[in-house]
């Protein structure tokens, strides 16, 4: 029983270029969740997704940022023409449908703008 | 040894001793808090969960009290080993299913 899948694990962009972050919840798992950690802080929430819906995209910086999660497949971040303060590391997490509780998260990718 | 949360963000204990990490919530509406163990260059890690209907929760070696009255949520680990060192993060959440917000987690360090 696989946990939440993020890949890739490291990532190096230089700036301007895009970045693709993916995350395959668990398995049974229909929400996921986006976070952010910048060295020596907390996670701090971006965007909240259920299949082709996005729920709660507070957290999301007004441009540059996107998410998905599509039908069928992994949930996608997309981050546009990086700069150099978006270095830091991505966690994706994922759980049941609403009221079970139980929120996993994955190993997160750890993006680094050059 | 214990924590006060934001400010003291480091725990320094002896192998052996008890560990206790604070934290404080803001959201009185909140209903769900979760404990996370987090290692360097990993995710978050699940320790232990506590609903708003009860006060106290035991796991294996850990356990977690609430107190909403002040809004504080602690965490007790009992015989703490070396590898029990990481951060400690607290988070909360005000209805299943909704985002987890997290407080600025406590360095745990154990001294053997």
């Known amino acids: 029983n696989a946990g939440v899948m993020q890949n890739p694990r490291h990532l190096v962009r230089r700036r301007g270029q895009e970045a693709r972050l993916r995350c395959s919840p668990m398995?049974?798992?229909?929400?996921v969740y986006w976070y952010r950690q910048l060295p020596e802080e907390g996670l701090k929430f971006m965007v909240y997704?259920?299949?082709?819906?996005?729920?709660?995209e507070s957290g999301m910086p007004k441009e540059r940022f996107s998410a998905e999660f599509p039908k069928e497949g992994p949930s996608i971040l997309r981050i546009q023409q990086v700069v150099r303060g978006d270095s830091a590391a991505y966690f994706c997490?994922?759980?049941?449908?609403?009221?079970?509780?139980?929120?996993?998260f994955g190993s997160g990718t750890r993006l680094t703008v050059v | 040894g214990e924590s006060v949360g934001l400010h003291l963000p480091t725990l320094s204990v002896q192998e052996g001793d008890n560990s206790i990490i604070n934290c404080a919530y803001s959201?009185?509406?909140?209903?769900?808090f979760i404990w996370y163990k987090q290692e360097s260059g990993k995710g978050p890690q699940f320790i232990i969960d506590?609903?708003?209907?009860?006060d106290k929760r035991q796991g294996q070696r850990v356990t977690v009290l609430l107190n909403k009255t002040v809004k504080h949520l602690s965490l007790q680990i009992a015989a703490t080993q070396p590898g029990d060192s990481a951060v400690y993060f607290c988070?909360?959440?005000?209805?299943?299913?909704?985002?987890?917000?997290f407080g600025e987690g406590t360095q745990l360090t154990v001294n053997p």
């Open positions: 997490a994922s759980s049941p449908p609403q009221g079970a509780g139980g929120y996993t």
């Open positions: 997704l259920q299949k082709e819906n996005i729920i709660d």
């Open positions: 988070a909360e959440n005000r209805a299943s299913g909704s985002r987890l917000t």
């Open positions: 506590i609903r708003s209907n009860m």
């Open positions: 959201n009185s509406a909140s209903d769900y």
């Open positions: 398995k049974g798992h229909s929400h």
